[in-house]
């Protein structure tokens, strides 16, 4: 403060000289690394837009009145176990890692580093699909409808602008994780909370009006449990809830991460499940069931709703509006978990060069890794018969691999009860360890359940050939699993970084290296 600064006695002599560390390397001045804050609405806002993707509606809203049940089923058995053995973990352990540092204090620096390399894998699987659909949206932004609809068909569109917007962002995000919070926070508002509270308004609108309802209102809440291809769209909604520990790696930023964990968590869980229940409501009641599209249907809706109060045009500005939450979305999943995996490079579990930084602290090598498998993975148009199959299968093929990382995580959590039973935990799951148990097991079979029905293919899209389709999902399932395991194997000692702050975990002696870790 200025008035201690003025009461201190001037210097009377000229201090001994010492080296300066900000000049010690060239005699240049360094710029002191600066810590950046994230308020607590802006980390639930973080997580908000990580979670909820307006792109996800139009498949839920194929299940008409029964898309209730499976939301509420999905939240129940999988978001809110997740939510709340995420806060427990991260607030227990708030030092670097997310899920390597949770799966690893309880199996082992092996299955930390497996499980973080699903979880980032998840990630970039699920990018281009959630690129698709911004595709689509760009295509609704200016042009009449007709030509919309057959542009955002278009294979090769959709590709080159999933290719250019997808580089663009990872340029942007070369800039650090402040100007990704900037951005993700922005297009969270714009391009997410407030086009999903419009599209919910307009259908009570529509509704209000008397217009016909699309949706049919016999079918009741409960889906025939018997047809379970069926029921495979409907296990996509446990991707819709994925992401909820993904921001983890921020926790260091909160100022108080034991409080701010956990609230801003459940802020951001009460704020997804609103949007999904009442959005796919609002998608249902204006799109008749046979044409519901995966990729287009919301856009659609959208002209539709406007349509019914006279004003079609602002379905073009919901279309660009839409196009920037996906912007953000895509930033905001871009830099979370290579920043997650950067941290788990430099302790030794990644080869130097993809450690490397540059004045942000952002790894340029991580991203263009993650860049190019994106771009990579766009083979998939070459081969699958539609835009929207290829929406589905990758979607499908993320939504694998989070829910491996997903079963691991919940027997951690319950493991660690025993195995570091003294930890202090800010928040912990009521009902002590048989609390624990219920949360983990609930959340460890709704995550088996959805695994299972995301092999097979959905009856309600033209998937083309299933042994293709089954064959792809098997195929990538299969190496994506074995590959951190691979990577472990061959670590070397030089590969951990001298400027690394990852701690080690509980127990664990700090003069260990990977090497000598099991």
């Not at 006279?310 to 509006?321: D, F, Q, S, T």
């Not at 871009?334 to 930084?357: D, E, H």
Request: proline share 6%; hydrophobic share 55%; glycine share 8%.
């Amino acid at each position: 403060m200025s008035t201690l600064a003025s009461s201190q006695p001037a210097p009377t002599a000229k201090p001994p000289a010492t080296q300066d560390p900000s000049t010690a390397h060239g005699g240049k001045p360094s710029r002191a690394k600066k810590t950046v804050v994230i308020s607590m609405m802006a980390f639930a806002v973080m997580n908000f837009m990580t979670v909820v993707s307006l792109r996800g509606l139009p498949a839920q809203a194929e299940y008409g009145l029964v898309s209730i049940f499976y939301y509420i089923f999905a939240a129940v058995v999988f978001l809110i176990p997740t939510a709340l053995v995420a806060a427990e973990l991260a607030s227990t352990f708030p030092k670097q890692g997310g899920v390597f540092r949770w799966v690893g204090e309880a199996f082992g620096p092996r299955w930390g580093f497996a499980a973080v390399y699903w979880q980032w894998q998840a990630w970039v699987l699920w990018l281009p699909a959630v690129l698709v659909f911004g595709a689509a949206a760009v295509a609704f932004i200016l042009w009449p409808q007709s030509f919309d609809a057959a542009l955002a068909k278009n294979k090769l569109y959709s590709m080159v602008v999933l290719l250019i917007v997808f580089w663009s962002v990872t340029v942007f995000t070369f800039r650090g994780i402040q100007a990704s919070v900037k951005l993700s926070t922005f297009s969270g508002i714009f391009g997410t909370i407030i086009p999903g509270a419009i599209l919910i308004i307009l259908g009570v609108v529509y509704v209000a009006m008397g217009k016909p309802i699309q949706m049919s209102l016999h079918t009741g809440f409960l889906p025939d449990f018997g047809n379970w291809h069926s029921m495979v769209l409907a296990a996509s909604i446990f991707l819709f809830y994925a992401g909820m520990e993904m921001q983890a790696v921020h926790v260091k930023n909160l100022k108080n991460p034991s409080r701010d964990y956990p609230l801003s968590i459940l802020i951001a869980t009460i704020m997804t499940v609103t949007i999904f229940v009442l959005g796919t409501l609002a998608v249902g009641v204006v799109i008749p069931h046979k044409s519901i599209n995966l990729a287009q249907s919301l856009l659609v809706a959208y002209r539709d709703l406007w349509s019914n109060l006279g004003v079609p045009w602002l379905g073009n500005v919901m279309a660009l509006m839409v196009a920037i939450g996906v912007l953000g979305q895509v930033t905001v999943v871009a830099s979370g978990p290579s920043t997650g995996l950067l941290a788990v490079g430099k302790a030794g579990y990644l080869p130097k060069i993809l450690q490397k930084t540059n004045a942000h602290g952002i790894s340029i090598p991580i991203l263009l890794m993650q860049a190019i498998i994106v771009t990579f993975l766009c083979g998939i148009f070459l081969v699958m018969p539609s835009v929207q199959s290829v929406f589905q299968i990758l979607s499908q093929v993320s939504n694998i691999m989070f829910l491996t990382m997903y079963m691991v995580m919940f027997v951690a959590a319950i493991a660690l009860r025993y195995s570091q039973p003294d930890m202090a935990r800010p928040f912990r799951i009521p009902g002590g360890n048989f609390g624990m148990w219920l949360v983990g097991l609930i959340g460890l079979a709704g995550a088996l359940i959805a695994g299972a029905l995301s092999f097979a293919p959905p009856t309600q899209i033209g998937t083309g050939s299933v042994a293709i389709y089954v064959g792809i999902l098997v195929a990538v399932t299969a190496v994506e699993v074995a590959i951190p395991f691979v990577v472990f194997a061959f670590r070397k000692p030089s590969w951990k970084a001298t400027d690394s702050d990852f701690e080690p975990f509980a127990g664990q002696a700090k003069t260990r290296t990977p090497s000598q870790a099991s």
